[in-house]
């Protein structure tokens, strides 16, 4: 058997039925309260694609697993070309199996699966290579990319460009680029895919360009507005927007206020929940 192709047995009639996705809480419009798959006892899924699937040699990474019955892991992993999607790999706890150093995070992956159900049965994973691993305190940006993701993306919803943007930013976090900018360049990007934010250049209250030298608020619901003496809110500068609007972070102004608009952005966003990764991290001054 090739080393870097791994084939998942299909012969284990238990794990024949894979957990269901358990839905987020629900709400009146798209927000950051996506759905994720249940650790615990799985259940049956209320809906299931039309029809089923058997897709080969598709891109993707695992965003994160956990242990599945005896013997089996269910993985959570982002592809390019069908988004996030849950897998079931039969057999990957199994003391010989290829797949426990083949599923990790950060590893870029050539996934086969096959299935209907909100959780579908991998049933080839290859690894492709070409990519630095992450260390230090890279390696803990990534996670908080990782978890970024799985908190804010639905599943079934292609995101390529997106995907393409982890990839670079993996790439970018494992050559010591610096954590602040790229970080910040994902965060946006991904709040923009989520359906999340708008244009930051246009003022909603005066429907104009915003001026380099005002300050703004941004209401997470409507885009930026002009700042008022009671606004509790981070106070950004029109230059700071439209440098984030063109990915430009050279000035340390624009890192200091996009650092704390993200964070009150992704905050709202999540109603509350925390992100684990995220705290880290600005325990470590890394944000």
């Not at 024949?16 to 358990?22: E, G, K, L, R, W």
């Not at 890192?255 to 608009?261: D, I, R, V």
């Amino acid at each position: 058997m090739d080393e870097q192709a791994v084939a998942v047995q299909e012969d284990s009639a238990a794990e024949d039925n894979a957990a269901a996705v358990t839905p987020a809480p629900p709400a009146a419009k798209k927000t950051a309260a996506r759905q994720r798959v249940s650790k615990t006892a799985p259940r049956a899924a209320s809906k299931s694609p039309a029809k089923d699937l058997r897709i080969l040699e598709q891109p993707g990474f695992v965003l994160h697993s956990w242990p599945y019955k005896e013997t089996s892991l269910i993985i959570d992993v982002l592809t390019r070309d069908h988004g996030r999607i849950a897998l079931v790999a039969k057999g990957a706890k199994r003391p010989h199996s290829q797949l426990r150093s083949v599923l990790q995070t950060f590893q870029p992956l050539q996934l086969g699966w096959t299935g209907k159900g909100e959780i579908r049965t991998l049933t080839t994973a290859d690894w492709v290579g070409g990519m630095l691993p992450l260390e230090k305190s890279a390696l803990l940006c990534g996670f908080y990319l990782n978890e970024l993701l799985v908190k804010f993306l639905m599943r079934d919803e292609a995101h390529p460009d997106l995907f393409d943007l982890y990839v670079s930013t993996l790439n970018q976090l494992a050559h010591d680029e610096p954590a602040t900018i790229v970080l910040r360049r994902f965060e946006l990007a991904l709040l923009r895919e989520s359906g999340l934010l708008g244009d930051l250049t246009r003022c909603t209250q005066q429907r104009e360009r915003v001026q380099t030298e005002q300050f703004y608020v941004l209401d997470p619901e409507r885009g930026p507005r002009p700042a008022m003496p009671a606004d509790t809110v981070p106070r950004v500068s029109g230059k700071t927007l439209l440098a984030m609007q063109r990915g430009d972070y050279a000035e340390q102004s624009t890192q200091l206020q996009s650092k704390l608009l993200m964070r009150f952005l992704l905050a709202h966003h999540l109603h509350g929940a925390a992100l684990n990764t995220r705290q880290i991290l600005i325990d470590l001054q890394n944000l």
